[in-house]
């Protein structure tokens, strides 16, 4: 059983089309990336997942469950962290997180309320009103909240935007050392070193699913230059970033006795996400 099972999935906001025929799988364990630019439908198909949205068309299984039909069940095992901080500003961090443990009748809630608040970096600010955050604070108690109840599968809507880049690497940490455990993590993100470190990405464009792959395939897909000098010329090679295709070029090259130097450039996941993205139907 997948812990996620996506099945021709569509989400209409009147007649504009946010995510069209989904069909997508995601294995118990692993973390998977969802990519795409702005307005691709990330948010929406993150929001049709986890329940909170009803799709036009489509299934969608969490756990083996229907998210729609057994919320509650569903509740307990899903840690969901927003795009936007769903915060109370008018209390305090600590607070937050203890709301949102106690909704999820956690045990030995306070002992686990310090721990998350220890791991988040924020003891120091435990006690002060998160309105006076700013956005990266906010970002770590937002995902104190959907952590507190170590839910089995995590949704994580760009959980490291506006944190700094200490912050966001103990959180891949913890997201890995989560998935070690067995946890399902499902994030979207901007960021590129982000997509490097998932299982697996799906890229996303106007709410169609262009590509589904690990990030060392997609970046098979890109173009990759030779360059090497012959008797005094420069010359480059055009050829394809799959690994067996480099390894022909280079072993073709090196039998050659007059090569001396030879450069290699592969076109990086930015560029590759870039040309699927913007590529034509
Ligand atoms: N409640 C809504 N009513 C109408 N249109 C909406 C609503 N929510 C989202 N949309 C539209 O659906 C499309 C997808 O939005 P969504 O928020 O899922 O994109 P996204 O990929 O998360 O973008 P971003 O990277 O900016 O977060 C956008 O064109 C957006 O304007
Ligand atoms: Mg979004």
Redesign the pocket.
């Known amino acids: 059983m997948h812990a996620i099972e996506i099945n021709n999935l569509s989400k209409n906001?009147?007649k504009?089309k946010?995510l069209q025929h989904v069909t997508l799988n995601v294995e118990k364990g692993t973390i998977f990336g969802l990519l795409?630019?702005?307005?691709?439908?990330?948010?929406?198909?993150i929001k049709a997942i986890a329940g909170a949205l009803k799709p036009n068309e489509g299934s969608v299984t969490v756990l083996g469950l229907d998210p729609l039909k057994n919320k509650w069940e569903i509740r307990k095992k899903i840690g969901y962290m927003p795009?936007t901080a769903s915060l109370y500003g008018d209390i305090s961090a600590k607070q937050n997180i203890r709301f949102f443990g106690k909704a999820q009748k956690v045990a030995d809630l306070e002992k686990e309320v310090e721990n998350i608040l220890k791991f988040t970096e924020l003891e120091n600010r435990a006690n002060d009103r998160v309105r006076n955050f700013s956005g990266g604070m906010q970002k770590r108690v937002s995902l104190a909240c959907a952590l507190v109840h170590h839910p089995q599968i995590l949704f994580l809507?760009?959980p490291t935007a506006a944190v700094d880049p200490h912050l966001k690497i103990r959180t891949w940490e913890l997201f890995r050392e989560l998935a070690n455990k067995g946890v399902t993590i499902f994030v979207?993100t901007?960021l590129m070193d982000e997509a490097h470190k998932c299982d697996r990405i799906a890229i996303?464009r106007e709410?169609i699913l262009l590509a589904v792959d690990t990030p060392e395939q997609i970046l098979s897909r890109g173009k990759t230059v030779i360059t090497f000098q012959k008797n005094g010329e420069t010359i480059q090679h055009e050829i394809s970033s799959a690994k067996d295709a480099i390894l022909k070029e280079l072993q073709l090259l090196g039998l050659q006795k007059d090569i001396n130097q030879i450069d290699i450039k592969s076109d990086d996941l930015e560029t590759i996400l870039l040309s699927i993205t913007q590529g034509k139907e």
């Not at 795409?36 to 198909?45: D, S, V």
């Open positions: 906001y009147g504009f946010a795409g630019p702005n307005g691709a439908g990330k948010t929406t198909l795009q809507d760009e979207s901007h996303l709410g």
